[in-house]
């Protein structure tokens, strides 16, 4: 069974930084993109950021480039992600999975979304 366990989030003020990580097993990590995914109320999850199977490539999304960097351990099946500078519209639930490219926009690879954890920006 495909799992995935996000922590690390909270409550900080803007300017200030988060480490998030995630666990995840039931399938090869190793031979898989993994991505940072989020949900802010109100609007559709959005990709943040997605790292290659060999930590050779990494993309973010244009809001969190400079601020967030993205990396893996997969001796450890682990996801991480630096969250620096943080801003008010970085406030959301933070999910991790594995990722594929159609072409045109990053997806999301398995149905079975962990719990998340949720990163509150105050002004």
């Known amino acids: 069974q495909v799992q995935f366990v996000e922590s690390g989030g909270g409550s900080v003020q803007t300017g200030g930084s988060l480490r998030l990580s995630c666990a995840a097993s039931g399938f090869r990590f190793f031979n898989n993109g993994m991505g940072w995914f989020r949900q802010a109320p109100g609007k559709d999850r959005e990709f943040v950021a997605v790292?290659?199977?060999?930590?050779?490539?990494?993309r973010y999304t244009d809001s969190v480039k400079g601020r967030f960097i993205i990396s893996r351990d997969n001796g450890k099946n682990m996801l991480y992600l630096q969250m620096n500078s943080l801003k008010p519209e970085d406030t959301a639930i933070y999910y991790c999975n594995a990722f594929w490219y159609d072409g045109r926009e990053v997806q999301f690879q398995y149905d079975d979304w962990g719990q998340g954890t949720q990163v509150t920006i105050s002004s």
């Open positions: 790292i290659s199977r060999d930590s050779a490539t990494t």
